[in-house]
């Protein structure tokens, strides 16, 4: 029994460890290949976020681009955001208002629809309110990887520093979220972005109906977007500390959970293959700590469990360090272990949960 135990820790995290190499192959080996100037729209979807927006529209109207203008979509607000809108409205500045929830389509969607089709360029520029771009070279850096054949372009936001257990553990489940997408995507199959910074082509995005394929999901307005239509030949990604923005991190776990719910409840409207890869990550994931445990129990030789814990310790603190340098970034490598542990949890009864989460509201 014990024997059997211990080549089941042992293989399933080879199979972990082959994963990681290629993906930090993939991450370490990136270079930018372009950087071309292009006009762009730069979108936003507010819903009563005058404080964050306050902060937000003189970042990017301070971006050091040559040729853009922002767009806010005004979901329904009613915190004085429309009035502030109204005072400040520019050339650079633009704005489009929602004033009611749309049975046939998620408000999300909706207030993103209508934002991309008030813009006026053909790039379009995602991030949300509580976003922060990391530089005034943001816009620049993020479209500068479109070319003529490139349709997507994904970008990376990582949450502001937080020392509390919360935010730790928000910030390395957001990296190894990251180093999956964007690992995947170098690898040729990218399936999914995140709506703090992504860019795609407003002509593709109403070649393909916008969101008429997924208009009855809640979320996915930016991941199953990717998953429907990018691929390995017109999708890009871009790396860097210039390229990022921030976002602040939920305060509360009940916040957080929400948060995730929403995520992960998208996931089941992945592709078939997508799913089964992320899918075999994660049960390798949980079969292996499974093992790790029942050896832990039954075994009375102590150095296979341990010296299989201490390996993935290290490998998995090299590579959050090593990838989160590359994306612009720097982790709090001592953390790592025990979020590791953690994260095998958060993603086991989590992932669980949200294949049977019907819906989550965006904005409560």
Same mark, same amino acid.
């Given at each position: 029994?014990?024997?059997? @135990?211990?080549?089941?820790?042992?293989?399933?995290?080879?199979?972990?460890?082959?994963? +990681?190499?290629?993906?930090?192959?993939?991450?370490? *080996?990136?270079?930018?290949?372009?950087?071309?100037?292009?006009?762009?729209?730069?979108?936003? =979807?507010?819903?009563?976020?005058?404080?964050?927006?306050?902060?937000? #529209?003189?970042?990017?109207?301070?971006?050091? &681009?040559?040729?853009?203008?922002?767009?806010?979509?005004?979901?329904?607000?009613?915190?004085?955001?429309?009035?502030?809108?109204?005072?400040?409205? /520019?050339?650079?500045?633009?704005?489009?208002r929602v004033d009611q929830v749309h049975d046939h389509i998620?408000?999300?969607?909706?207030?993103?629809?209508?934002?991309?089709?008030?813009?006026?360029?053909? #790039? #379009?520029?995602?991030?949300?309110?509580? =976003?922060?771009?990391?530089?005034?070279?943001?816009?620049?850096?993020?479209?500068?990887?479109?070319?003529? !054949?490139?349709?997507?372009?994904?970008?990376? /936001?990582?949450?502001?520093?937080?020392?509390?257990?919360?935010?730790?553990?928000?910030?390395?489940?957001?990296? +190894?979220?990251?180093?999956?997408? $964007? *690992?995947?995507?170098?690898?040729?199959?990218?399936?999914?972005?995140?709506?703090?910074?992504?860019?795609?082509?407003? /002509?593709? %995005?109403?070649? &393909?109906?916008?969101?008429?394929?997924?208009?009855?999901?809640?979320?996915? !307005?930016? !991941?199953?977007?990717?998953?429907?239509?990018?691929?390995?030949?017109?999708?890009?990604?871009?790396?860097?500390?210039?390229?990022?923005?921030?976002?602040?991190?939920?305060?509360?776990?009940?916040?957080?959970?929400?948060?995730?719910?929403?995520?992960?409840?998208?996931?089941?409207?992945?592709?078939?293959?997508?799913?089964?890869?992320?899918?075999?990550?994660?049960?390798?994931?949980?079969?292996f700590w499974l093992a790790l445990i029942i050896l832990a129990?039954?075994?009375?030789?102590?150095?296979?469990?341990?010296?299989?814990?201490? %390996?993935?310790?290290?490998?998995?603190?090299?590579?959050?360090?090593?990838?989160?340098?590359?994306?612009?970034?720097?982790?709090?490598?001592?953390?790592?272990?025990?979020?590791?542990?953690?994260?095998?949890?958060?993603?086991?009864?989590?992932?669980? $949960?949200?294949?049977?989460?019907?819906? @989550?509201?965006?904005?409560?």
């Amino acid at each position: 029994m014990v024997e059997i @135990v211990e080549v089941v820790a042992t293989s399933s995290l080879a199979v972990l460890v082959i994963y +990681w190499i290629v993906v930090l192959a993939k991450i370490l *080996g990136f270079k930018p290949k372009t950087n071309r100037v292009h006009p762009v729209s730069v979108i936003v =979807c507010a819903h009563n976020e005058l404080d964050n927006l306050k902060k937000l #529209i003189p970042r990017l109207l301070n971006q050091d &681009h040559l040729d853009f203008e922002v767009v806010i979509v005004d979901d329904r607000s009613e915190d004085g955001t429309y009035d502030y809108l109204l005072e400040n409205q /520019s050339d650079k500045l633009k704005f489009a208002r929602v004033d009611q929830v749309h049975d046939h389509i998620n408000a999300k969607k909706f207030a993103l629809t209508m934002g991309i089709k008030a813009a006026t360029h053909d #790039i #379009i520029l995602l991030t949300d309110a509580d =976003c922060i771009p990391a530089s005034e070279h943001w816009i620049s850096k993020m479209t500068g990887a479109f070319t003529k !054949d490139t349709q997507y372009v994904l970008g990376i /936001s990582p949450y502001e520093k937080d020392s509390g257990l919360l935010g730790q553990f928000i910030q390395f489940e957001t990296q +190894w979220t990251a180093m999956n997408y $964007i *690992g995947f995507a170098l690898a040729g199959n990218p399936y999914m972005g995140v709506g703090r910074n992504l860019a795609y082509r407003k /002509s593709s %995005f109403l070649k &393909h109906k916008g969101f008429s394929k997924i208009q009855h999901v809640t979320g996915g !307005d930016d !991941d199953l977007l990717v998953n429907e239509y990018a691929h390995k030949k017109n999708t890009r990604v871009v790396l860097g500390a210039s390229s990022l923005t921030y976002s602040i991190p939920k305060a509360t776990w009940g916040a957080y959970i929400h948060q995730k719910l929403r995520h992960w409840s998208v996931g089941k409207y992945y592709g078939f293959k997508d799913k089964m890869l992320l899918g075999f990550q994660n049960l390798s994931n949980l079969v292996f700590w499974l093992a790790l445990i029942i050896l832990a129990v039954q075994t009375n030789n102590y150095l296979i469990p341990a010296g299989l814990l201490v %390996f993935r310790m290290i490998f998995v603190t090299i590579l959050i360090n090593s990838t989160s340098k590359k994306f612009g970034y720097r982790m709090n490598i001592w953390l790592v272990p025990v979020m590791d542990i953690l994260y095998v949890g958060y993603a086991s009864i989590f992932g669980i $949960i949200a294949l049977f989460t019907k819906k @989550v509201r965006w904005k409560k």
